[in-house]
């Protein structure tokens, strides 16, 4: 995970990467802000970070820095198998773990989980996925005392010791009480994150005991921050689209493609919600912006796609969304996008 896959939140990561450049890294901090609006991707990106060797600084772009994303640190921390990033969750017994559940039983699936969601899950999509049923996931005690544990072993990689807890809310107060030590005097080299979406549940010993980072609500502004972040793209990219100059076509999607491919997906989706909205106002006469920063051109773009073409630019960008997540060539399946969409326009 790298900070420019997470959506929004800009001054944050700003502050967080200047923080770890400086050298003052806390040790035991709480990431505060709903799994939607990117806490457990802030934490895994934090780490990536952290530990990765090569980190980039940016002179342009609203990000100041990223980890690079391929030194073997950020690929081990990305696939989750870093041997000294522990990740703990709730959990309780489902058909396979009848007794006794804890995170040591089920990191595989949670693992898998998180790799599919990209970190945007929530918790209810996590019960679902563990087979829980109705009962309530909890951090237990015997989590507290693989946490203590996995803490004080010798770091493999000879960095960090890295530890997140995610929905630490989860955790009871006996779970909660057993933690306030390391805490409070975590071994050298360790950094603990606890993510949670609330702190109100938190036991005000823990609140005291971590540095806050709160998370800037995006939720139903979510849309917003996207608009914020890809508007500017899309509306260079649908102009384009009109004149069909090859040369800046090529130029444009060449830096589309440099997006990466979980950004590429969530700039064709807000796409997709963009044409959408464009043409139900233009069908229904339901009022849409694009919000994109450009009022000339969100005030005659909507006109544009119309019943004669939006079936035709829907199925374009999800079938571009389909080729992108199976791993195809970016480039040529933005370029063949790009052909399908500029055709679709001209058939207002
Ligand atoms: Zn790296």
Redo the contacts with the bound molecule.
């Keep these: 995970m790298q900070f420019k896959d997470i959506v929004g939140q800009r001054d944050v990561i700003n502050r967080l990467t200047e923080i770890i450049d400086s050298g003052r890294v806390s040790h035991a901090q709480l990431i505060l802000g709903p799994t939607e609006d990117g806490s457990l991707q802030m934490a895994l990106a934090y780490l990536?970070?952290l530990?990765?060797?090569?980190?980039?600084h940016h002179t342009t772009g609203d990000l100041r820095a990223d980890?690079?994303?391929?030194?073997?640190?950020?690929?081990k921390i990305s696939q989750l198998m870093h041997p000294d990033l522990h990740l703990f969750f709730p959990n309780a017994a489902n058909s396979r773990v009848k007794k006794d559940p804890s995170c040591a039983e089920f990191q595989q699936e949670f693992h898998d989980f998180v790799l599919e969601h990209n970190g945007l899950a929530t918790l209810d999509d996590w019960y679902e996925s563990l087979g829980i049923e109705n009962k309530q996931g909890l951090i237990n005690v015997r989590d507290a005392a693989d946490i203590v544990q996995s803490l004080s072993l010798k770091s493999y990689e000879g960095g960090w010791k890295m530890v997140v807890v995610w929905m630490a809310e989860k955790m009871n107060d006996q779970t909660a009480n057993e933690l306030l030590k390391t805490l409070e005097e975590p071994s050298p080299g360790t950094v603990i994150l606890l993510v949670a979406e609330s702190d109100e549940r938190l036991l005000e010993t823990i609140r005291s005991r971590v540095q806050t980072v709160r998370l800037v609500p995006t939720g139903s502004s979510r849309d917003t921050a996207l608009a914020e972040q890809f508007g500017p793209m899309l509306v260079a990219w649908l102009r384009l689209l009109f004149k069909l100059k090859m040369k800046e076509l090529s130029n444009q999607v060449e830096t589309m493609a440099a997006l990466g491919r979980e950004q590429q997906k969530l700039f064709l989706q807000y796409t997709l919600g963009v044409m959408r909205g464009c043409f139900l106002s233009s069908a229904a006469g339901i009022p849409y912006s694009i919000g994109s920063g450009d009022e000339k051109f969100d005030a005659m773009f909507p006109r544009m796609i119309t019943q004669e073409n939006i079936e035709a630019i829907e199925q374009a960008l999800s079938e571009a969304i389909f080729a992108i997540e199976r791993n195809a060539y970016s480039k040529i399946a933005l370029m063949e996008l790009s052909f399908r969409m500029s055709k679709a326009l001209k058939k207002k």
């Design positions: 990536q970070y530990c990765c060797t090569d980190r980039q980890s690079c994303g391929t030194c073997p640190s950020c690929k």
